[in-house]
């Protein structure tokens, strides 16, 4: 596949089973797009320290809410990590090549920050994708503590977490099994990129929101809404004939999808444009 270098070590490291997936270092080649000149090794090294100095700070008895406390300390206090309350809708919130420079980020990615230091010193988390937002819990059996990277670390219970959506959506929601669910990194990758799809569709640059939309794909192939997606994207930008390639087959996989009259429209109009160049 012609990617650029970002994007060939983006596919190389997503097409591995989950278990060998390096997050950071698939999340960093994500943030290469937009930062060519980063070296990913220099923020893998970044959190190897940040998790050396948190190790020389743990208890003699390591107990999970210790570790915690002292994860917290270090990060929110020490070195001052924070959610970007004011600018939650800047891409670099979901850069992790920035959230680390600034120490600014929005849940996903200050829970990404969190996980990979909680793995390097043998305390695994998980994410959890709520809807709305993201949380992280300890993979500790018959321990059901979450905790909220975003709101310093916060540790919360299951009924927290009920009372934080109903916050989130300002209705009573109910808590379904499923939001707690743990969160693979293919599907953590999947919605760092969607954050920033939706995020350059707001601004109404194109070109950001497909490059975004392709990586999707990448982890999803078959992710026909992503694939409409794009299809728009290239209408959007010109690129006629992709764009009915993606069109079509988006239309033969949900033919009764509530936007099919207006897909077959643009179908429509890029055959008349096209015929008249």
């Excluded at 596949?1 to 591995?16: G, K, L, S, T, V």
């Excluded at 000149?37 to 210790?66: F, G, H, I, K, Q």
């Excluded at 009372?163 to 099994?177: A, G, K, T």
Aim: glycine share 4%.
């Amino acid at each position: 596949m012609d990617f650029p270098i970002a994007r060939q070590r983006f596919y190389q490291e997503i097409h591995q089973p989950d278990d060998q997936i390096n997050l950071a270092r698939a999340a960093l080649y994500l943030a290469q797009e937009a930062y060519p000149e980063l070296d990913s090794e220099e923020y893998l090294n970044a959190l190897d320290t940040m998790a050396s100095e948190v190790r020389e700070r743990l208890p003699a008895s390591p107990y999970p809410l210790r570790i915690i406390q002292v994860l917290n300390q270090y990060l929110y206090e020490d070195l001052q990590f924070r959610g970007n309350t004011e600018e939650y809708y800047d891409p670099d919130n979901s850069y992790l090549n920035q959230v680390i420079d600034r120490r600014l980020g929005i849940p996903i990615t200050l829970s990404l920050v969190y996980l990979e230091v909680a793995d390097r010193i043998q305390f695994p988390m998980v994410g959890v994708g709520m809807p709305g937002h993201f949380l992280i819990r300890p993979t500790i059996e018959d321990m059901q503590v979450f905790v909220d990277p975003f709101h310093q670390g916060e540790v919360l219970f299951s009924e927290d977490c009920q009372n934080r959506l109903s916050e989130i959506f300002n209705r009573p929601i109910e808590l379904r099994p499923e939001y707690l669910a743990p969160v693979a990194p293919r599907q953590f990758l999947m919605r760092m990129l969607g954050n920033l799809k939706s995020i350059y569709l707001s601004r109404n640059e194109a070109l950001k929101a497909l490059a975004a939309v392709e990586r999707m794909l990448l982890l999803f192939p078959d992710a026909v809404f992503e694939q409409r997606d794009r299809g728009l994207l290239y209408y959007q930008i010109g690129r006629w004939s992709e764009a009915s390639l993606d069109l079509e087959t988006y239309l033969a996989q949900v033919p009764q999808a509530k936007d099919a009259v207006s897909i077959r429209g643009l179908l429509n109009q890029i055959q008349r444009d096209s015929s008249e160049y």
